[in-house]
């Protein structure tokens, strides 16, 4: 299995070196020269096994000799042993064709658990047996860095350096990243919007010299392993509601477009996926992408699903691509484009691609709260504002009625106590393990938005 890039200029990779890598050296992306394929035998054998082995047999196909089968078995194992519940990622039903998919039961309550526990756990083994030690940059809305600081603490062949908006996220998703004591993971609060410490990542990257010196590495979804990590649960519940023998339908609060690029390579590989919602808060660029056929970044607002406040989806390059017959000179084009004019349109050919397979739908905050307080009434089910925002999508964009409908339920609403409480009356507790995060000490700097300052104090804080 090869891995090419979005732009058409970078040395084709194998999974390890795609993995290790990042972003590609021309600014691209990764993504298989292949996807492929499971016939409707291999889905419907998929019904009653653990999700582990679900995760092995959908992901196997991607990672060519990077780890021997039972390797990658004991990999998996491990990263899935932090999950508490016995499903890992179970289903939950609140209508009569209505699910929400509960991502949010790994170690720091968001979806982002899934593939960083195990993306931790490949990196430590790769890593370890090359013997090489790598410096991860990531940028987060909140989710993605405690994620990526739980996954890495204490390991030693990795150092970790996270920017987040300053005073964007909100305090659970803060002291997750600021009060691990570990010397390798480092939160850096960065003056600017998520989409300036998206942009940040990737000028370090571009900026080879650096990239080189420091041994850059990406935990964000422009790691590919990260977007295969997040196929997995699209299979499970397919398959337990019927797939491949039904379609299904599932309705993704979206940001960066990473979760739902998953959903949509899990569709290429074969699974029955009827329609795919895009959720989106106030920060709409993808909603009117699908109206318009133009998109616009117009600037980020601050709302109450924080890691959904983002305008440049990095992975609608990854979707582009494809939408382009991928021609990675026309992808090349219109990002160029992006950079200089804050837009670009789609021909009209790849906009009508873009409507077959997706449908989308926004959500403002009250129509959010306001769903927060009926689900909390009607279900006694408390939502976090992401998954909520995926609820109100999922009602507006349904497809055909008979068609099961899946929320991805990407945060436990302990992470946004305001928001819920403000909804719908109840204050979401913190599971015990993480009783006293208000009482630990936080540790973190604040930066300027400014490329040269952050790659010093990266340089400053590597071991
Ligand atoms: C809780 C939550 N929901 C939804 C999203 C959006 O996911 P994506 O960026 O993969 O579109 C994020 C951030 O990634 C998140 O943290
Ligand atoms: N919402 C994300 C933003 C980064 O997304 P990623 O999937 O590219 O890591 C977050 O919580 O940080």
């Not at 305008?311 to 000179?329: I, K, P, T, W």
């Not at 497809?399 to 109840?426: I, N, Q, S, W, Y």
């Not at 979401?428 to 995060?437: I, S």
């Amino acid at each position: 299995m090869r891995y090419i890039s979005t732009r058409g200029q970078a040395p084709a990779l194998d999974f390890e070196a795609a993995m290790l890598t990042g972003l590609a050296r021309d600014g691209g992306l990764y993504v298989p020269e292949q996807v492929p394929h499971m016939a409707p035998a291999e889905i419907a054998a998929l019904a009653g096994l653990s999700y582990e082995e679900v995760a092995f047999r959908v992901m196997r196909p991607f990672i060519g000799d990077c780890f021997t089968d039972s390797a990658f078995r004991e990999i998996i194992a491990r990263a899935y042993a932090s999950f508490p519940h016995p499903a890992r990622c179970p289903l939950v039903q609140i209508g009569p064709n209505d699910w929400i998919m509960e991502l949010h039961h790994g170690p720091t309550l968001a979806f982002k658990d899934v593939a960083m526990q195990l993306i931790g756990q490949m990196f430590q083994a790769v890593l370890g047996r090359r013997g090489e030690r790598v410096t991860i940059v990531g940028a987060t809305s909140g989710d993605t860095g405690s994620a990526a600081i739980e996954a890495f603490r204490g390991l030693d062949t990795v150092d970790v350096v996270i920017l987040y908006p300053h005073g964007r996220v909100s305090e659970v998703q803060r002291r997750q990243m600021t009060t691990p004591v570990e010397g390798n993971v480092h939160a850096l609060a960065v003056e600017g919007t998520f989409d300036d410490c998206q942009a940040l990542v990737k000028a370090m990257f571009n900026d080879f010299a650096f990239r080189d010196e420091v041994g850059l590495a990406a935990v964000n979804s422009i790691n590919w392993a990260r977007v295969l990590a997040q196929a997995v649960y699209y299979f499970t519940a397919a398959v337990s509601l019927g797939a491949p023998g039904r379609r299904v339908s599932f309705s993704v609060p979206t940001g960066n477009f990473g979760d739902i690029f998953a959903g949509h390579i899990a569709r290429r590989m074969g699974l029955p996926v009827d329609t795919l919602v895009i959720a989106t808060n106030e920060n709409d660029i993808l909603h009117r992408t699908l109206e318009s056929g133009v998109y616009e970044s117009r600037g980020v607002v601050a709302t109450i699903a924080p890691s959904m406040d983002i305008q440049v989806s990095s992975n609608f390059e990854r979707l582009l691509f494809e939408l382009y017959g991928e021609d990675g000179a026309s992808v090349t084009a219109a990002m160029d484009e992006l950079k200089a004019t804050g837009r670009f349109a789609l021909p009209q050919g790849a906009v009508a691609q873009l409507r077959e397979g997706f449908a989308s739908a926004r959500s403002d905050k009250d129509t959010t709260m306001a769903l927060i307080a009926r689900m909390h009434r009607d279900t006694g089910l408390v939502l976090d504002p992401h998954t909520a925002i995926g609820v109100v999508a999922a009602d507006r964009a349904r497809g055909e009625a008979e068609v099961p409908m899946v929320t991805l339920g990407t945060a436990h609403a302990a992470k946004f106590p305001d928001a819920v409480e403000a909804a719908c009356g109840v204050r979401p507790a913190l599971p015990a393990r993480m009783a006293d995060l208000y009482e630990r000490p936080e540790r973190v700097s604040v930066v300027p938005n400014d490329l040269e300052r952050i790659e010093a104090v990266v340089r400053e804080r590597r071991q």
